[in-house]
């Protein structure tokens, strides 16, 4: 009985520490997915930033770096310089890159949104913007998030300079100016996929129904469109606890209907103290809300790959965004030490995917 007792602690010990003795990328390749996160390109200078990020992650999106409001400083000027800094990592390490994003009703420079265009200058504008975008990383970027967050919380197209502020002259067409855009990229870039990028659409709500039927309606239409991306920003541990299962049936009837999802910008926020630290207890919970989200997709084949909003601590939207109230969403702590979080995704990354679900596209091909 005694020699029972001290076999099973030793087996626990030994698998214990069999946790992560490879990383992200070596468990997610061996899963068929990519796992990636969002960076910033001047903290690729950063040593533990870059170790970290190139140990860890086969893909990589620019934050910020790939959006109009840094490219475009100006009506006459393509600034590619800190885009391209992420994809000279990217070739660098065996990463691939997804762009972000050739499409958003917010954060435009001043000269676009205050440039009193007419929507046939504006049309003109987007298709000249698009097109130089992608042919300027064509073969570098294998994926673009199009158009991002173009619904409201009810599933309506949200009020924007691309739609009808004033639009590219499809304004009183619905989705119509969506449907262009995706014909623009597909034209510019025939091989990137191309995905429509949403928040608070990934569980079963009005979004998600919104989303579903714009994207059968497309897929049904031969409209170009490859996949669907599910941000994630996960605000509270109570929203993110339970929300598994309705994320997987999301999942599930997009790629029913013959795209990709990615899961595109999770993060898992927690709230914090005055002294801004999180209470050990919130990070368990936390590390079990990745857990979930990781397995909702490794059970869809068609999810295809999990990025994260950022992986350390010490570089992440929230802090500044929530006033320090809540924020440690990340995989690694400002230090670069894997918190539970990493190690709930790292496990079920090694469980892999069930049988049934392994993937119909190969993602890191
Ligand atoms: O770098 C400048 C700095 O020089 C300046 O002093 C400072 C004050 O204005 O601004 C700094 O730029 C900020 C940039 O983040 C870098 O911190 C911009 O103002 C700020 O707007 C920008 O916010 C980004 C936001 O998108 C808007 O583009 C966040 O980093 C980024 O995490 C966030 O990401 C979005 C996704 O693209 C879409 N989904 C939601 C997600 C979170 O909002």
Request: aromatic fraction near 10%; hydrophobic fraction near 40%.
């Amino acid at each position: 009985m005694f020699i029972d007792c001290w076999k099973s602690a030793i087996l626990i010990a030994a698998l214990a520490s069999v946790c992560c003795a490879q990383s992200l990328r070596q468990e997610a390749e061996n899963a068929g997915l990519l796992v990636g996160t969002a960076v910033r390109p001047p903290q690729l200078s950063e040593a533990a930033y870059a170790s970290t990020l190139a140990r860890e992650f086969n893909m990589v999106e620019a934050e910020d770096a790939m959006k109009w409001w840094v490219l475009r400083p100006d009506r006459a000027t393509y600034d590619f310089r800190q885009g391209d800094e992420v994809v000279h990592f990217a070739k660098a390490h065996q990463m691939k890159v997804r762009g972000h994003c050739l499409v958003w009703g917010r954060y435009n420079p001043d000269w676009l949104t205050h440039g009193h265009f007419t929507p046939r200058q504006l049309s003109r504008l987007l298709r000249e913007h698009i097109t130089r975008v992608m042919k300027h990383y064509r073969g570098q970027v294998f994926a673009w998030d199009v158009v991002n967050e173009a619904l409201d919380e009810n599933g309506n197209l949200r009020d924007a300079l691309w739609y009808n502020q004033p639009g590219i002259g499809l304004s009183t067409e619905g989705t119509a100016y969506i449907e262009q855009v995706f014909r623009v990229a597909h034209k510019a870039d025939s091989h990137a996929l191309l995905f429509y990028n949403e928040a608070e659409g990934e569980g079963m709500n009005r979004k998600s129904d919104a989303i579903y039927v714009m994207v059968r309606d497309f897929k049904r239409r031969g409209v170009p469109i490859d996949g669907v991306g599910l941000q994630l920003h996960i605000p509270t541990l109570d929203a993110g606890t339970g929300a598994a299962a309705d994320i997987s049936s999301n999942i599930a009837r997009l790629t029913a209907l013959g795209v990709q999802v990615h899961i595109t910008e999770l993060d898992v926020s927690v709230p914090l103290d005055s002294n801004g630290m999180p209470k050990s207890e919130d990070l368990t919970r936390q590390a079990e809300v990745y857990r979930g989200i990781v397995r909702a997709c490794l059970n869809n084949p068609g999810c295809t790959a999990i990025q994260t909003w950022g992986f350390s601590d010490k570089y992440s939207w929230i802090g500044s965004h929530s006033h320090g109230t809540r924020g440690h969403a990340l995989l690694f702590d400002r230090a670069y030490q894997a918190k539970p979080a990493y190690r709930a995704v790292w496990e079920e990354l090694s469980a892999g995917r069930t049988s049934d679900s392994k993937p119909h596209v190969n993602p890191l091909h």
